[in-house]
């Protein structure tokens, strides 16, 4: 079990270690660096990046106060002394370091201490670090431990958990509430920004767990029970919010619509998209999209690219989707209607009854009207009015509006389209925008990008220059948060294939996770998966990818090159259901380039090098 948090509970003196699918270990007493599998009592330093497997750090008094760090395991700890020892203390002698790493003012005795280690180990005090060899530099390291308290142990005790996240199966869904009832205490919780409910903690075996959603009817449906046991879950609901209609306007052709009345559609192109299926898809031709876009090659698209298409009738009706806390009080004010008038136009009785998931229709022109419904189609598309924005700042629209009419720029008519499914992994949209727009395709080195990935994803890591601030996990980490999905909440390559936020699939897909490891190691490297070359190879987006952001080969540089594991492919928990569908359906990931070279060659950037299989 790897742990990625720690908190010291000073008055029972236990340290509560949590794992990455929220199981707890509890280790209670014993000698504090047994606790905080901390063998030589290594302090807390003010940057926690500094201090490798360090996972928390925990105040004691002693009788001073003191604040000491808290490793993911023994081990860890264990090779951070070892590390500090020679980092730190290598040109002094025993008796010169005990000064500084058991000094006075902490409430040691470094002269004792310095007698006591050479004693134990047998080396002598006036000894450099620098100069023992490696048995001799064993021993005074177990020397420490052995001073700092022995490891004497205390008591553990596993505690595990239920995890639950709302998913419409594709994106989470935020602040749909649940009633829980844990044992015989019952609880109003509403899921958070990520779909998920506040952890459920297994506090005593038996306990009966019952999670109820109230329905449009007023009744309490049973959507999870179970009994608490010795395992931790990780439960995904999904919701399916009805099927969505595309409505047709009445057929009035003889005034052609005018330029103004058009918005254009922002749209993102997705894997084994072409130019030519888009403008069918939108009733327009490959050429004006191109033109629109600056795309001097119709043949060349990128998925994840945004292009500005035109254009929707805004003076048509649309179809609204009941999202969990609307009333027709609310729809009204935010569409500019009438609620009587919505009500009459969509066969609604009573007005304080709607309920999650229900279309209705309404006019824009403020004039509501039912309208014939032509066709229905599940799963309708996240499209946003363009915006002269950077990506990472709009917002993700969860209206799931559909469209009413759409066609060509010039288009005289209307023409009826049936809304089109855009949310294929939404995050690599903001993946695309941070390789093209800040950092050139590798072109702009890390140091030079204007960002900390870090900071943006709440890791106290204040540079991503330098082997020891590695940001590949922090780059994914980042694209995911800035389109809604929950993160891992490390800097550790590792930790997407460790954190309950996460779900191993089958195959790669168009945005999974990809987690790679150094053989005999917990680093590695993670990224995007991008596309398929026709020779067989497919193409990574990451980040810390050649000191930047590019598309890489995985098998030639992580397999082969690197010699690297590859430990699987990972989706958001909230995004699994899509990915089985995708994955179902055949995961196409095929690109029209015919290799690495080719891709970017047309993106802009560097030729693959010896750099590009730089990772930390």
């Not at 500005?308 to 729809?331: F, H, M, Q, R």
């Amino acid at each position: 079990m790897r742990f990625v948090k720690a908190t010291y509970h000073l008055e029972t003196k236990t340290v509560e270690y949590e794992a990455g699918d929220g199981t707890r270990l509890l280790k209670t007493g014993g000698t504090l660096n047994w606790r905080f599998n901390n063998p030589g009592n290594i302090m807390a330093l003010p940057d926690a990046s500094k201090q490798k497997g360090r996972i928390g750090a925990g105040t004691v008094y002693n009788p001073k106060e003191n604040t000491f760090a808290i490793f993911s395991s023994m081990e860890a700890g264990e090779r951070e002394k070892c590390a500090l020892l020679k980092r730190k203390y290598r040109d002094n002698t025993i008796s010169d370091m005990m000064s500084q790493y058991a000094p006075e003012t902490a409430g040691n005795d470094p002269v004792a201490y310095s007698n006591f280690i050479s004693s134990e180990s047998g080396v002598a005090k006036d000894k450099k670090i620098s100069d023992l060899n490696d048995n001799e530099f064993g021993k005074v390291v177990d020397a420490i431990s052995k001073k700092e308290g022995g490891l004497k142990p205390g008591t553990e005790k596993w505690v595990y958990v239920t995890n639950v996240t709302v998913s419409d199966g594709s994106r989470p869904v935020a602040d749909v509430p649940f009633k829980a009832t844990l044992g015989s205490t019952s609880y109003e919780w509403k899921t958070d920004a990520y779909g998920k409910l506040k952890t459920i903690i297994h506090t005593k075996q038996g306990m009966a767990i019952v999670v109820k959603y109230t329905n449009s009817a007023g009744k309490e449906d049973v959507v999870y029970s179970a009994v608490a046991g010795d395992e931790t879950k990780n439960i995904l609901l999904t919701r399916n919010f009805s099927q969505f209609s595309a409505k047709t306007l009445a057929e009035t052709p003889k005034a052609p619509r005018e330029k103004s009345a058009q918005k254009p559609i922002e749209y993102i192109v997705m894997s084994g998209d072409s130019l030519s299926k888009i403008a069918d898809r939108y009733k327009t031709s490959a050429d004006e999209i191109a033109k629109n876009n600056n795309i001097k090659d119709v043949s060349k698209i990128f998925p994840g690219q945004n292009l500005t298409i035109y254009g929707v009738n805004t003076n048509g009706s649309s179809v609204y989707i009941v999202a969990p806390g609307d009333t027709l009080a609310k729809i009204a004010e935010k569409n500019g209607g009438n609620v009587d008038d919505i009500a009459q136009q969509n066969n609604i009785s009573d007005p304080n009854k709607i309920y999650p998931g229900q279309s209705i229709s309404i006019k824009k022109n403020g004039s509501n009207t039912a309208g014939e419904t032509e066709k229905s189609a599940v799963n309708p598309p996240t499209l946003k009015t363009a915006s002269k924005k950077p990506l990472q700042n709009r917002k993700v629209n969860t209206n799931k509006k559909a469209l009413e009419s759409v066609g060509g720029k010039k288009s005289g008519n209307p023409i009826a389209l049936l809304p089109h499914d855009q949310r294929e992994a939404p995050w690599m949209a903001v993946a695309f925008e941070e390789g093209k727009n800040r950092w050139k395709w590798g072109r702009v080195r890390e140091g030079d990008g204007g960002i900390n990935y870090h900071k943006k994803t709440g890791i106290n890591m204040s540079s991503m220059v330098g082997d020891s601030n590695p940001w590949c996990a922090s780059f994914v980490n980042y694209c995911l948060k800035e389109s809604g999905y929950a993160i891992s909440g490390s800097a550790s390559s590792q930790s997407f294939s460790k954190n309950k936020n996460f779900v191993k699939i089958s195959q790669p897909i168009y945005g999974a996770i990809v987690v790679f490891r150094k053989r005999g190691s917990w680093t590695g490297h993670v990224a995007f998966v991008y596309c398929k070359f026709k020779d067989g190879e497919y193409g990574v987006l990451g980040g810390n990818q050649a000191n930047s952001v590019t598309v890489n080969p995985l098998k030639k540089v992580y397999l082969e090159q690197l010699n690297y594991e590859l430990i699987g492919y990972y989706v958001p928990a909230s995004y699994h259901p899509n990915a089985v569908r995708i994955v179902k359906n055949g995961g196409d990931l095929s690109s029209d380039f015919e290799s690495i070279d080719k891709l970017r060659k047309n993106l802009g950037s560097n030729m693959l090098t010896l750099d590009d299989t730089k990772t930390r």
